[in-house]
């Protein structure tokens, strides 16, 4: 069946640099991407999400890249910060209740 | 504003018994959702919902019913608890099945 990879699945990285995350997906149909951060305790909240018609997109810090020929997408968060430590999900929906979510990443920010 | 709100945030039960989990949105959100999330495993669809009145299946279904009586609420249905049930159950509505999913803060359920 379809399915999403994500890759680290831990993460640590010192303040200050950046942190990379990357997902596969195997629907070609899915044309819906979004992020989303999960903290202790905590529901999953999105952070960030990107449509198949668009390669790039940034919000301060963080910014998400789709290769839809390589069914790719990967999630940069730059200048890391202690409060960025948290799980994040990647997920691809191709509309009609198909979300599909990655296993997640733990990201650590060591100060 | 309160968005999605899940109760109860914990509960034990014994295998057998059963219990309601209950979701409730103020964002006039058509469509509610109800996931589990296990380690090293993801979210995964239960149950969802397009609308007041009506229910549907998703990834993950065998042992929950769900109901939507009115459009704010969805509840979530163990008629006999099993201890594969023991997880942590997540809520999320949203306009459109397109759109971002809003969570709740989920509800911690062990089944002994």
């Known amino acids: 069946g379809e399915n999403v990879e994500q890759h680290p699945s831990t993460l640590s990285v010192q303040e200050g640099d950046s942190a990379v995350i990357k997902c596969t997906y195997s629907d070609s149909a899915s044309n819906y991407f979004p992020w989303y951060k999960q903290e202790l305790g905590k529901g999953p909240q999105l952070i960030i999400d990107?449509?198949?018609?668009?390669g790039e997109k940034k919000d301060q810090r963080i910014a998400v890249t789709l290769n839809k020929t390589a069914k790719h997408f990967s999630l940069h968060i730059t200048e890391t910060q202690p409060e960025d430590s948290a799980v994040y999900f990647c997920a691809a929906s191709t509309g009609g209740f198909k979300t599909i979510f990655g296993a997640g990443t733990r990201l650590f920010v060591k100060a | 504003n309160a968005g999605v709100t899940q109760t109860p945030k914990f509960r034990v039960l014994k295998t057998g018994q059963s219990m309601t989990l209950l979701c409730a949105q103020d964002?006039?959100?058509?469509?509610m959702y109800w996931y589990r999330q296990d380690p090293g495993m993801g979210l995964r669809l239960i149950h969802y919902s397009v609308g007041e009145g009506t229910t549907a299946k998703g990834e993950v279904p065998d042992g929950y019913n769900v109901s939507r009586l009115k459009k704010q609420n969805f509840l979530l249905g163990l008629e006999s608890a099993a201890p594969s049930q023991t997880s942590v159950y997540f809520c999320?509505?949203?306009?459109?099945?397109?759109?971002?999913?809003?969570f709740g803060d989920g509800t911690r359920l062990s089944i002994l």
């Open positions: 964002m006039n959100h058509e469509y």
């Open positions: 990107i449509r198949s018609n668009v």
């Open positions: 999320a509505s949203s306009f459109r099945d397109d759109q971002p999913q809003h």
